[in-house]
């Protein structure tokens, strides 16, 4: 064991027990799953992803390039960084071998988010964090503070003093002063992941404690945080660097710091022989605390003098402080044996590295904050003011502690004098092997390559070496790639400067960002107010638009196409009955309705009268169809436009956006009635009788009740309808006697069970969407979004006639004027028989000219089926479909490739039965 007494913030009263790589261990409470494996001498963790090689701990947080592990118990997660896992009870994990896997069983955590509006965000709860939101909160503020850690503090590791007292004495002080005003929020385990323009703030919550028995009780496991603030402070403090050299990727090899924060953490001394290599002066104060823990330990610093403080403190410990001595490579295997400097090798079994340290300016970068290069830090900076953000503390170059203090509280500090740190990268060595990004397996080499390829910005050489696309986003070699670079192509670092910080700082969970909307609740189901009667009549559904609809009604030993047929040839030879509620309606009302409405459809719906019906069709800028359906005018400035059921959202949106941003001067009013309106479409021959035992009242003639109208009457009879209102219009997407009976979805069920009793002697069959789309292909009657696929005009649906020529303008008429869309080898809508009346055609099956056999690939397509059924009325099958020039080429013979068979097939009009619309009128 590595664990110290005496040192550590861990509960040692509490042993937890895990297993890594099939091998059971123990740590504590306030241990990471890397310091536990640190603590039980465990180096090696994970295997690299291309090439294979050991990989261990090589960072205390989330900077660790190097750490990942797949965690299979209490639930599985992929890839997490072992030094960001907090150590449970019967946590099961292993390294990864390159990469993850999916988890085999679904989670069943909750996820979910929250919104909160505040004066002031700030990031980071180390001390130049503690005291920008203390003293927002002082101002009287809305203070919304986040932290990605366990506890607040920060970086401080407990040996600080501030004020004169122990450093951790005045977090816990500061936390508690917040924590007691109401209009602080204080999150730990948050980490922001995004910052976005006007004050925007996406941040995770683990809410449970990771991966431990909180994630069992009933909370959610994680939660994210849409934050929007005033003033954002970013206080993120700063990463350290390490330093490239051949064979650097090591288990064993680590950041100076981090094995310091490993020590005053968790309690654990990570080497006992530790070799420390540095190029900054932080790395003697980890020297200095090792070799206090009881390792032995030796310096070699890079440059040619050391600090004289750190010198200092390396001489009351005993350490070895060699100057102008680099490490060139190293010996070992499972673990680091040997820090190689020129010839010699140092025996070693923990090398620590510090090249000094990177800002962590993410934030300020992810909304376009610039970086400007700090020669007497050898990092990047901000560079420039933002409005509505301030960054304070090291993550703006301020890396001590007495200036982070300072410039928490608000006052800007002088700068702290440091020795430039100028190594960032050795040139001996292989470039093979010297790795700048150990995730990515990307190398000095893989720069060169790039750089010799004619690679002149980090953003090119970032995509061609992946430097800086792995789980953290180069926040260990993003600077060090820069600085090689540079060096390769003989220009200043500061003229190059880095890639660009993109959001997620951190990797963030897929389920974390669906929240509640996951499995059932990722498309919420919408029902009808007759679902439960569909249920129990054994109806099987289809999922239309977010509703569940009625798809057919099998009867025992009937599989769908047997139903289907069954319900097409009631329809057709009696009355049949459909729940078509779910079609979007869209109550348009004001003075200027009409006009509206003249510019929304291709044809004219101004001149329409009150108590009629027309169908309409809508077109987007380019001309194409998005939606077809009929419009009841209710009064003069009063409409109800009814959609297709997948377009009933969207179109409504079409619709505002033009009225909002193009015509806000029209007085016009949208509102979705789609839920308020049950409508049942009663079809077929004998649809008249039905209607007129339903409603007496009402003259049903063609004379008094023609196509295309409507009238709102009241029910005189039957239990629980008497006195309610429903509307009827004559209206028919089959080619049959047709009317449409909508009520309020209160008394749906009634007037459902009403028209089904009416119509019990005459044979009345409910039919689902299957049967209905076999009627409307049979007369042609396209299905937008299924006949279409957004390239198709109405021209090419062989609906000319739905396009006004009378009106100056409406949405999409330019475009009907373009030579491409007045090509007459456009893509047009026709039918199909194949010559076999038996042989059913693939939808999205292809179509090419009549050949005997298939030419070598590329094979000239001419179009595609859209729909394909079979029909009752027909006897046999039929198929829609868009071809090119397809209304020249009716009478045509085409084939159709099946399953390496080429299938003839007949060209013919797209309306396919009752061509005249005798059967509309009965």
Same mark, same amino acid.
């Given at each position: 064991m590595s664990r110290l007494d005496g040192y550590g913030r861990i509960d040692r009263s509490r042993t937890l027990t895990f297993t890594f790589d099939g091998t059971t261990y123990t740590g504590h409470p306030g241990d990471t799953l890397a310091s536990a494996l640190l603590a039980n001498g465990v180096h090696r963790v994970a295997t690299s992803v291309t090439l294979g090689r050991p990989r261990g701990i090589a960072a205390a947080w989330s900077e660790d390039p190097s750490g990942l592990v797949q965690v299979e118990e209490p639930f599985p997660e992929p890839m997490l960084l072992a030094s960001t896992i907090e150590l449970t009870d019967g946590l099961v994990a292993r390294g990864l071998p390159g990469r993850g896997r999916l988890a085999e069983v679904p989670d069943t955590a909750r996820y979910d988010r929250k919104y909160t509006h505040c004066d002031v965000l700030v990031v980071g709860a180390g001390p130049a964090g503690l005291l920008a939101a203390r003293t927002a909160a002082r101002r009287g503020e809305r203070v919304v503070l986040v932290d990605d850690r366990p506890a607040a503090g920060g970086t401080l590791l407990g040996t600080e003093r501030i004020a004169g007292r122990s450093a951790l004495d005045f977090v816990a002080d500061t936390v508690v002063e917040l924590r007691s005003r109401p209009d602080v929020l204080h999150l730990q385990r948050t980490t922001a992941f995004g910052h976005y323009d006007d004050g925007f703030v996406l941040a995770l919550e683990r809410r449970t404690d990771h991966l431990g028995a909180g994630a069992r009780r009933n909370v959610s496991r994680q939660r994210v945080h849409r934050i929007r603030a005033k003033r954002v402070v970013v206080a993120t403090g700063a990463h350290e660097r390490p330093i490239v050299f051949e064979d650097n990727d090591r288990p064993g090899i680590m950041l100076a710091g981090a094995a310091r924060d490993f020590l005053h953490r968790h309690g654990v001394l990570a080497g006992r022989e530790i070799v420390v290599f540095t190029s900054d002066d932080a790395a003697y104060d980890a020297a200095a605390d090792l070799a206090r823990a009881g390792a032995r330990v030796t310096v070699l610093d890079a440059r040619d003098a050391a600090p004289e403080a750190g010198a200092r403190v390396c001489a009351e410990q005993g350490i070895t402080v060699r100057t102008g001595s680099a490490v060139t490579g190293t010996h070992g295997a499972e673990r680091v044996t040997h820090a190689l400097v020129g010839d010699e090798a140092i025996p070693c079994d923990l090398l620590l590295v510090s090249g000094g340290w990177n800002p962590t300016a993410h934030l300020f970068s992810h909304v376009r904050g610039a970086l400007r290069y700090e020669p007497a830090l050898g990092a990047f900076v901000p560079g420039e003011p933002l409005d509505g953000v301030t960054v304070v503390g090291a993550a703006n170059g301020t890396l001590d502690l007495a200036g982070c203090l300072a410039e928490g509280a608000g006052d800007r500090p002088a700068p702290v004098e440091r020795t430039p740190t100028k190594v960032l990268w050795r040139t001996d060595g292989d470039p093979a092997r010297q790795f700048v990004d150990l995730q990515r397996d990307a190398t000095v080499a893989d720069i060169a390559r790039a750089v010799g390829a004619g690679m002149r910005s980090m953003e090119h050489v970032k995509r061609y070496t992946t430097i800086g696309t792995a789980h953290d986003q180069g926040k260990t070699s993003g600077v060090i790639a820069s600085g090689i670079t540079a060096e390769l192509l003989c220009v200043p670092i500061e003229s190059l400067g880095t890639t660009t910080f993109r959001p997620p700082y951190t990797p963030v969970a897929f389920a974390a960002l669906a929240g509640r909307e996951r499995g059932r609740l990722f498309d919420p189901e919408r029902t009808t107010a007759l679902h439960p009667w569909h249920v129990e009549a054994g109806a099987v559904f289809e999922d239309v638009g977010q509703w569940k609809r009625p798809r057919y009604y099998p009867r025992p030993g009937e599989d769908m196409e047997t139903a289907v047929l069954r319900e097409c040839a009631a329809v057709r030879g009696g009355v049949g009955i459909l729940d078509g509620s779910t079609l979007g309606k869209i109550d348009v009302q004001g003075p200027d309705a009409g006009a509206f409405l003249d510019m929304i459809y291709t044809n004219l719906m101004s001149s329409l009268k009150p108590g009629r019906v027309r169908y309409g069709v809508m077109c987007g800028l380019d001309g194409m169809v998005i939606d077809d359906g009929t419009v009841l005018r209710i009064d003069e400035n009063r409409f109800l436009v009814m959609t297709t059921t997948g377009g009933a959202a969207p179109i409504l949106d079409h619709m505002e956006e033009w009225l909002q941003t193009e015509w806000p001067h029209l007085r016009v009013y949208l509102t979705s009635v789609t839920e308020q309106w049950a409508t049942f479409p009663v079809v077929g021959p004998r649809s008249r009788d039905v209607i007129g035992a339903f409603a007496p009242g009402v003259d049903v003639s063609n004379e008094a009740f023609p196509f295309m109208s409507w009238l709102d009457t009241v029910l005189d009879g039957g239990d629980g309808i008497a006195g309610v209102p429903v509307r009827l219009a004559r209206i028919s997407f089959s080619g049959e006697l047709a009317w449409e009976v909508s009520v309020d979805g209160w008394h749906a069920p009634a007037v459902w069970a009403r028209l089904l009793e009416l119509g019990a002697e005459r044979g009345i069959t409910p039919y689902g969407t299957e049967t209905m789309h076999v009627l409307r292909a049979e007369k042609g009657y396209p299905i937008i979004g299924q006949d279409t696929d957004g390239t198709v005009t109405p021209q090419d649906l062989g609906m000319a006639w739905a396009v006004s020529k009378k009106k100056p303008d409406f949405i999409g008429k330019r475009s009907f004027s373009r030579p491409s869309n007045l090509? /007459?080898? =456009?893509? %047009?809508?026709?039918?199909?028989?194949?010559?076999? /009346? %038996?042989?059913?055609?693939?939808?999205?099956? %292809?179509?090419?000219?009549?050949?005997?056999?298939?030419?070598?690939?590329?094979? /000239?397509?001419?179009?595609?089926?859209?729909?394909?059924? =079979?029909?009752?009325?027909?006897? =046999?099958?039929?198929?829609?479909?868009?071809?090119?020039?397809?209304?020249? =080429?009716? +009478?045509?013979?085409?084939?159709?490739?099946? +399953?390496?068979?080429?299938? /003839?097939?007949?060209?013919?009009?797209?309306?396919?039965?009752?061509p005249e619309g005798t059967r509309r009128d009965g």
């Open positions: 090509d /007459p080898m =456009r893509r %047009q809508l026709v039918g199909l028989l194949p010559v076999d /009346p %038996q042989r059913k055609l693939p939808e999205g099956s %292809q179509i090419v000219e009549n050949l005997t056999e298939l030419p070598p690939p590329p094979v /000239p397509m001419l179009g595609h089926v859209t729909s394909s059924y =079979r029909s009752a009325a027909l006897g =046999r099958t039929f198929a829609l479909a868009l071809v090119k020039g397809g209304h020249a =080429r009716i +009478g045509e013979t085409l084939v159709v490739p099946v +399953g390496g068979e080429l299938v /003839p097939v007949e060209v013919t009009s797209s309306v396919l039965l009752d």
